[in-house]
């Protein structure tokens, strides 16, 4: 089955600087790949997400690329702000299908 | 998006009882997926609800231990059986939408179960 890992576990910065975040897939058949956020005690959130027929999609502050023949993915947050602090959660799957999560990452950002 | 609906919020419960767990959603959709969520940890599938047909489990979970219910396209209960303090986690529905080929998973608010 497909494997997903996610690094790092855990990401601080300054507010106003960027967060970056990686994750690889092990299964060259994913075609889809959602981030989540998730704040403390709530549903994770869909944030963004990419297929696998595009390299790269951004909205407003968030950005991810997909590198389909390194198998990874990446998730860029520019000019953070207190409330972009959360765990983020990579994911990867077969369009339609079940989706395989990666560890999360815990995003703390600093005043 | 959907709304879905997830009962209860939270709960504690007696080691060696057992604790069903609903799923409310509020349009048709063909597949419901359960996922537990251990303290601090990420999500992993226990199984994928398929309405008038059984579960299929993921490697780890088995159906004696956590049988489910999908009696309609709307609605799935996840039972946890014979609990013990290592059940004690953060279980979430979840559902995907969308046209075929560009579904979207979305997630209910989650159970916080404690096992004591």
């Known amino acids: 089955g497909e494997n997903v890992e996610q690094h790092p576990s855990t990401l601080s910065v300054q507010e106003g600087d960027s967060a970056v975040i990686k994750c690889t897939y092990s299964?060259?058949?994913?075609?889809?790949f959602p981030w989540y956020k998730q704040e403390l005690g709530k549903r994770p959130q869909l944030i963004i997400d990419i297929r696998s027929n595009v390299g790269e999609k951004k909205d407003q502050r968030i950005a991810v690329t997909l590198n389909k023949t390194a198998k990874h993915f990446s998730l860029h947050i520019t000019e953070t702000q207190p409330e972009d602090s959360a765990v983020y959660f990579c994911?990867?799957?077969?369009?339609?299908?079940?989706?395989?999560f990666g560890a999360g990452t815990t995003v703390t950002v600093r005043a | 998006s959907a709304v879905i609906s997830q009962k209860p919020s939270r709960d504690i419960c007696q080691r060696g009882t057992s604790l069903t767990i609903q799923c409310q959603v509020d349009?048709?959709?063909?597949?419901m997926f359960w996922y537990r969520q251990q303290p601090g940890q990420s999500l992993t599938l226990i199984a994928t609800?398929?309405?008038?047909?059984?579960?299929?489990?993921e490697s780890g979970f088995v159906i004696d231990k956590f049988p489910i219910s999908r009696p309609n396209l709307t609605f799935s209960t996840l039972t946890v059986s014979n609990m013990s303090p290592e059940d004690s986690s953060i279980y979430l529905c979840s559902v995907e939408l969308g046209a075929r080929g560009n579904t979207e998973a979305f997630f209910g608010q989650g159970t916080r179960l404690t096992v004591v």
């Open positions: 349009s048709q959709v063909t597949m």
């Open positions: 994911a990867a799957s077969i369009t339609d299908y079940k989706l395989s």
């Open positions: 299964d060259s058949a994913s075609n889809y």
């Open positions: 609800a398929n309405q008038g047909s059984e579960a299929t489990y």
